[in-house]
């Protein structure tokens, strides 16, 4: 994806922290941020087509995939269903 394009279509946007009143966006280790005061019921259906649910369930995964990684000792609080699909490829080779 090119942020720097979506940047020019949205110069409110910004790369950063999850900010309150935006439609957030992860991109990598920072979030892209919209204000959704700006943005029309249709371009916030477009948006989230290309880029995918807003930040809010990306967060929550993330919170629990590091908890079940034990990469965080902290139990999240269960705030809606959420599904993990897990599996282990154990060789690259073809049966």
């Known amino acids: 994806m090119d942020i720097e394009k979506l ?6 946007a910004n790369l950063g922290e999850k900010q309150a009143g935006a439609i957030s966006f992860r991109q990598g280790d920072a979030f892209l941020n919209i204000p959704a005061a700006e943005l029309s019921e249709k371009e916030r259906k477009i948006l989230e087509i290309f880029l995918g649910k807003t930040a809010d ?3 929550e995964c993330g919170v ?3 908890y079940l990684t ?7 609080i269960k705030r809606g269903k959420i599904r993990f699909i897990q599996y282990e490829i154990r060789s690259l080779e073809p049966s």
């Open 7 to 12: 940047i020019a279509l949205f110069p409110q």
């Open 57 to 59: 369930f990306e967060v």
């Open 64 to 66: 629990w995939q590091d």
């Open 70 to 76: 034990k990469k965080s000792n902290v139990k999240p």
